[in-house]
């Protein structure tokens, strides 16, 4: 079995990217912290074009799409 280890989203620029919802799953933080992760992705508004993460806040997605 071969073990595919995730990827953040390398090309993502911002200077807020460790507050995106992809970054934050890369880390595990959503394990750690299901409560903030939920807040963050109830009632999702938007969705990153580059990781396919849904967000609430556009602010914590690198490319939001709006759903
Ligand atoms: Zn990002
Ligand atoms: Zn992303």
Do not use: I
């Not at 989203?9 to 409560?35: Q, R």
């Not at 009632?43 to 759903?67: H, M, S």
């Amino acid at each position: 079995m071969t073990e595919e280890k995730k990827q953040h989203n390398l090309e993502c620029t911002s200077k807020k990217h460790k507050d995106h919802v992809c970054f934050l799953m890369c880390e595990g933080w959503h394990l750690t912290n299901p409560a903030e992760y939920k807040a963050l992705v109830n009632d999702a508004e938007f969705r990153c074009r580059y990781c396919d993460r849904t967000a609430k806040n556009q602010d914590n997605l690198c490319g939001p799409l709006k759903l």
